[in-house]
């Protein structure tokens, strides 16, 4: 079965750049969602198919996946920020629906 | 403003069953491929299961293969999930997820989820 690999946790200074990776055997080659989830929240998708940001997420937000490694990008970071993000694919080959085991961002 | 609100959770034994419900608006239920995803307390986010529009195809993670099953009432704008021969690792919330997009879509909007706790 399909694996995404994220680290546990990223801290980041206020107004700093967090760079949160996802990596997964030629991730490359498939789309890349991104979804923040905040303490007690429901999730919500901050980037999907790789780059695209749905209506009402900051520009902040950007996500990039060129080869290996998927990365989710949040310049100017802000207290809000903080959350649990995941990534997430389709392994078509299957056909499952995949997850990361999620990366907790720390604001210090 | 689309809406999904899930139902049915509850505390069950190690065998038991539930069914879990969730009522969809403010979109068209009929034309829509919907998903289950779970959070197992304090982990992280699992897919769960997966149907098209008609309810004729459908596709289940490898742990709850053959002990659940989705399926939908589009006249009711209802999607549901048969939990059956529940195990303590079941334990989870369970969101009702709507799915847009082309390939595999991306889970556009969320539930507020129902807990489901196994326990003897």
């Known amino acids: 079965s399909y694996v995404l690999t994220q680290p546990p946790s990223v801290s980041v200074a206020p107004g700093k750049t967090a760079m949160i990776t996802c990596g997964g055997h030629?991730?490359?080659?498939?789309?890349v969602h991104w979804y923040q989830q905040k303490a007690g929240q429901a999730p919500v998708v901050v980037i999907y198919?790789?780059?695209d940001r749905p209506s009402g997420i900051p520009e902040r937000f950007s996500g990039s996946n060129p080869g290996n490694t998927a990365t989710l990008t949040i310049s100017r970071v802000e207290a809000g920020d903080e959350a649990d993000y995941y990534c997430?694919?389709?392994?078509?080959?299957?056909?499952?629906?995949?997850f990361g085991g999620g990366t907790k961002l720390t604001v210090l | 403003e689309v809406q999904l609100v899930e139902s049915g959770g509850g505390s069950v034994q190690p065998g038991e069953s539930l069914r879990l419900s969730c009522a969809a608006s403010?979109?068209?239920?009929?034309?829509?491929?919907m998903h289950w995803v779970r959070q197992a307390p304090g982990k992280g986010l699992v897919w769960v299961a997966r149907?098209?529009?008609?309810?004729?195809?459908?596709w289940y993670a490898d742990s709850v293969q053959g002990r659940f099953t989705i399926s939908r009432d589009n006249a009711k704008n209802t999607l549901y999930l048969q939990l059956n021969s529940l195990r303590v690792d079941d334990t989870a919330v369970y969101y009702c997820?709507?799915?847009?997009?082309?390939?595999?879509?991306?889970?556009?909007?969320w539930g507020r989820g129902t807990l489901v706790t196994v326990s003897s």
């Open positions: 997820v709507l799915s847009t997009g082309s390939g595999g879509g991306t889970f556009e909007f």
């Open positions: 403010g979109f068209t239920f009929s034309s829509s491929w």
């Open positions: 149907i098209n529009t008609v309810g004729s195809s459908t």
């Open positions: 030629d991730i490359g080659s498939k789309s």
């Open positions: 198919y790789d780059s």
């Open positions: 997430q694919v389709w392994d078509s080959s299957g056909d499952q629906w995949v």
